[in-house]
């Protein structure tokens, strides 16, 4: 009795704190965004600090988030402005596509207010409205960007102080440090992944639509880049452009075919190889990968859903991996045997902090020689 009133009452807080994130989604959002920029780009601070003098590392890993951020919210704007440009060229083609529609339906017998409501929402011309409207929002999130360099420019410089401090405080929270300085790691290999996979799924959707001569094929490329990082659902989004652009430029099949071959490359990779790997990488399996997405976009908007991943990480490091009793929840998260886990080893990616290791005043992780007074209790 005592073992289900807990998960009710846990249930309970859960469902109160993230009613209480989504309601300070406006604040939250960049806050997360920032802290993720910020420990993306942190190796790479501590890398320039050994080759340049203190002040010029911290510039350049402060201009080196501002490039990320400005970056993507740059390259989603051209996408966007690119492909209402597209679609006002085609407005004769969407003329001819609407009357054709309409004589289809005749011949089966719709007619009337039924055959107008189809064919009207079946226009792609209703597009650029929405298109326009995803720009003015995108052009009214600059205060939200504004906040976020801020909060980078913050993050930046204190990152090297906050990395030394939570060294000093290992040796008293071991498992807590292990399980942040883990999903640092653990949110870095994500990136790395997802990037890798989105310039193979780039390269490979660049090619189709060249060989269907689908106007601004590279642009395209582009968007299957940075829809990669939504996960399970992304490619979707990329695949509307040159489909519709297929559409009024060679009827529906090409369309149909676009769809297809999109289908099998990106849901191979995509939905497919990459998610397993970076349930290897992270700790999370396919289906919770999933879940976080739909959960963040709900709660905190389209920055959630290129949040989701970091965010299940930084929850699950709080709330599983940081308290020993919780434990067994790893391979459950995970989608694997606690036998088929892989253990902490040296990898490109960086390697993994584990128990025994510090953090020194750099940030950077080594081996004091001694052994972990410090054990995790079992």
């Known amino acids: 009795m005592g073992g289900a009133l807990a998960i009710v009452l846990g249930l309970a807080a859960a469902a109160v704190a993230l009613a209480g994130v989504k309601a300070a989604n406006h604040i939250v959002s960049p806050l997360l965004l920032a802290l993720f920029?910020?420990?993306?780009?942190?190796?790479a601070g501590n890398w320039l600090r050994r080759r340049l003098p203190g002040?010029?590392?911290?510039?350049?890993?402060?201009?080196?988030?501002?490039?990320?951020?400005?970056?993507?919210?740059?390259?989603?704007?051209?996408?966007?402005?690119?492909?209402?440009?597209?679609?006002a060229d085609y407005s004769g083609e969407l003329a001819v596509l609407r009357q054709q529609l309409s004589a289809w339906l005749q011949q089966l017998g719709i007619g009337g207010e039924q055959a107008q409501l189809i064919t009207g929402g079946f226009d792609p011309s209703s597009l650029l409205p929405l298109i326009g409207g995803a720009l003015s929002d995108l052009a009214g999130a600059a205060g939200s960007v504004l906040l976020v360099f801020a909060i980078c420019f913050f993050m930046a410089l204190d990152a090297r102080a906050v990395v030394g401090s939570l060294g000093e405080a290992r040796p008293i929270k071991p498992t807590l440090?292990?399980?942040?300085?883990?999903?640092?790691e653990a949110t870095r290999r994500n990136i790395v992944v997802a990037t890798v996979f989105g310039l193979i799924i780039a390269v490979l959707d660049t090619i189709v639509l060249i060989l269907f001569g689908i106007p601004e094929p590279v642009l395209w490329g582009v968007l299957a880049f940075l829809t990669n990082y939504i996960p399970n659902i992304g490619f979707v989004i990329g695949l509307v452009p040159p489909a519709v652009l297929?559409?009024?430029?060679?009827g529906p099949q090409q369309m149909v075919a676009i769809i297809v071959i999109y289908s099998v490359l990106n849901l191979g990779i995509q939905s497919g190889i990459q998610p397993k790997v970076i349930g290897d990488a992270v700790g999370l399996s396919s289906t919770l990968t999933f879940m976080s997405l739909v959960l963040w976009a709900w709660i905190l908007g389209p920055i959630g859903a290129l949040l989701a991943v970091p965010a299940s990480l930084l929850v699950k490091a709080v709330l599983v991996d940081a308290i020993p009793s919780h434990q067994w929840l790893v391979p459950v998260l995970a989608g694997r045997r606690r036998d088929d886990l892989a253990p902490p080893r040296s990898t490109w990616f960086g390697r993994p902090p584990v128990?025994?290791?510090?953090?020194?005043?750099?940030?950077?992780?080594h081996d004091d020689g001694e052994p972990d007074e410090a054990t995790t209790p079992s």
């Open 246 to 250: 297929a559409l009024l430029g060679s």
């Open 37 to 43: 920029v910020t420990v993306l780009v942190h190796p």
């Open 55 to 87: 002040w010029a590392a911290v510039l350049s890993s402060i201009v080196l988030a501002y490039a990320i951020i400005g970056g993507l919210g740059l390259a989603v704007g051209i996408v966007l402005a690119r492909f209402g440009a597209v679609l």
């Open 355 to 365: 128990e025994h290791d510090v953090l020194d005043d750099s940030g950077e992780p």
């Open 177 to 184: 440090i292990g399980a942040l300085a883990q999903c640092a």
